[in-house]
């Protein structure tokens, strides 16, 4: 009786025994994204999830990322089928309002522009030493959209999932501060000054109703890799603008976007394991990330810059920066600094078609570098 | 494949692709909105 | 002469920060919209007297609708 107890009461400190300094670590990092999700209010529907996952992952001998573990089951069905971005991407095409690309559609080669930065990344990725499909998954941080970001790498790159998302999501929200000075070094006072107009070119039920079908269907067959993540937004931007499926575009964009944004912020959570994520590489992985994120900006504020020159000096360039798909902050940005400058300049009209061509351009991106990397036989079709 | 003919040849193709299928996409919204011009009597046309 | 000050988007008028007969600068905000949920400043486009403001906090207002006259 005696020794039962004994052993017993020693379950109890199993734990404690078996805590490792990694642990601690991670737990208090967890503990960290909570305070700056509830207590600064960033991003608090992921920083929440997020956190509490690394905490609980991180909790010895609970095997909570072990299999038949708890988080284990939403990892493998949601994460690693790429299941959860995608139906978050439904939700994203059902929010996402594109009139102001469609009333000026030159803008979209922006929305381009604003994505090199992940090509780019990918050769500093490569020059640091990471192989090429992590090349890949740390370089799509330049994207610039947590969704894509977290499909791309659970593809390829699983065990830098956390880092690559905590990444994506914390620039995305810092993008305020990150575009000003680049904006401002890359132009002249006099381009910042340049006041662009009102843009009055009405769109038609029709054209909104047919775009999102025609860019499922013709970027698809061009970049037939990246179909599930053209599909998944563009079935949420038709459905909104049907306006036929009322209740199946409200059940997208709020309870299925809420209950998978609740999961996958759980599992990035989990991925946070003190052995995997404790390592140079996750800082290395951070660095790249905001270099992805500058270049984005650094070239869409160029090609803006190219295409003032083109039209005469009649588009300012810092609606380039808009390029970058963190909708709609960078459209903010865009405003505010252009209003420093100009106080009678309104540029958020023209930024948010631009910031709707950068929603798109990262997609399109993706699919791209998938359907390149097919092709290329790196990756299987 | 070494990897700088990889790096490279992705990043080329990638960021010529990104700008050749939205350019596509640009020429296809200004077709959409040639044949489907907006009208302004819309509005009244969906109530009735 | 008379001068428009024009709404420079589709929004919400949130603050009138000028009344009528009040003296503005050129760039002085009139009046301040929200567009996007972001607060708009509207400013004068030139120095003047303000000689009517046609809107009031809350009301929605269209692209290039008037917001006030400044002489």
């Known amino acids: 009786m005696e020794s039962a107890l004994f052993s017993g009461l020693q379950g109890l400190f199993l734990g404690i025994a078996n805590l490792s300094l990694g642990q601690v670590i991670m737990i208090l990092v967890g503990s960290a994204l909570l305070y700056l999700g509830i207590k600064k209010g960033y991003e608090p529907l992921l920083l929440v999830p997020i956190g509490f996952g690394a905490i609980l992952v991180n909790i010895p001998l609970a095997e909570m990322m072990e299999k038949d573990g708890f988080l284990r089951f939403f990892y493998d069905t949601g994460v690693l089928t790429e299941v959860f971005p995608l139906l978050i991407f439904i939700g994203i095409g059902a929010m996402t309002d594109f009139q102001p690309l469609l009333e000026n559609p030159k803008i979209i080669l922006l929305g381009a522009a604003g994505q090199f930065g992940i090509f780019l990344t990918l050769l500093l990725a490569l020059a640091v030493g990471f192989d090429k499909l992590d090349a890949v998954a740390v370089a799509i941080i330049g994207a610039c959209d947590g969704p894509t970001a977290i499909y791309v790498s659970s593809k390829f790159a699983p065990h830098l999932l956390g880092a690559i998302s905590v990444a994506a999501y914390s620039y995305m929200s810092l993008v305020p501060l990150i575009q000003p000075p680049i904006m401002r070094l890359l132009t002249t006072d006099r381009e910042r000054k340049i006041v662009m107009g009102l843009v009055r070119q009405p769109v038609s039920k029709t054209t909104k109703i047919l775009f999102p079908i025609v860019v499922t269907i013709f970027a698809s067959i061009l970049a037939p890799k990246g179909a599930p993540l053209i599909g998944t937004v563009m079935l949420g931007n038709l459905m909104k603008e049907s306006g036929v499926v009322d209740r199946l575009k409200s059940a997208s964009e709020n309870e299925i976007a809420n209950i998978v944004t609740l999961l996958l912020g759980l599992c990035i959570g989990a991925t946070m394991e003190a052995d995997r994520f404790l390592r140079a590489q996750t800082l290395l992985i951070l660095g790249l990330g905001f270099v992805a994120i500058s270049l984005d900006t650094a070239v869409g504020v160029l090609f803006g810059k190219l295409m003032c020159f083109l039209t005469g000096g009649k588009i300012n360039p810092l609606i380039g920066a808009a390029g970058i798909s963190a909708f709609p902050m960078s459209a903010r940005v865009v405003q505010v600094e252009g209003q420093k400058y100009n106080k009678k300049n309104y540029l958020l009209m023209h930024a948010m078609s631009a910031n709707a061509g950068g929603q798109i351009g990262s997609v399109i991106a993706a699919a791209v570098m998938l359907s390149v990397l097919q092709g290329m036989g790196i990756i299987g079709g | ?48 | 002469m008379a001068t428009s000050v024009l709404a420079p988007m589709v929004g919400k008028i949130l603050k009138v920060e000028k009344k009528a007969g009040e003296r503005v600068e050129e760039d002085d905000v009139v009046v301040v919209m929200e567009a996007m949920k972001m607060e708009i400043p509207v400013v004068a486009p030139t120095g003047g007297t303000i000689k009517v403001i046609k809107v009031s906090p809350g009301q929605a207002v269209e692209a290039e609708q008037e917001l006030a006259v400044i002489e």
């Open chain 2, 1 to 48: 494949m070494d990897t700088w003919t990889f790096g490279w040849t992705l990043a080329l193709i990638g960021m010529g692709g990104t700008m050749l299928v939205l350019w596509i996409l640009s020429l296809l919204i200004l077709l959409i909105k040639k044949l489907f011009p907006y009208r302004p009597e819309e509005p009244a046309a969906k109530k009735g």
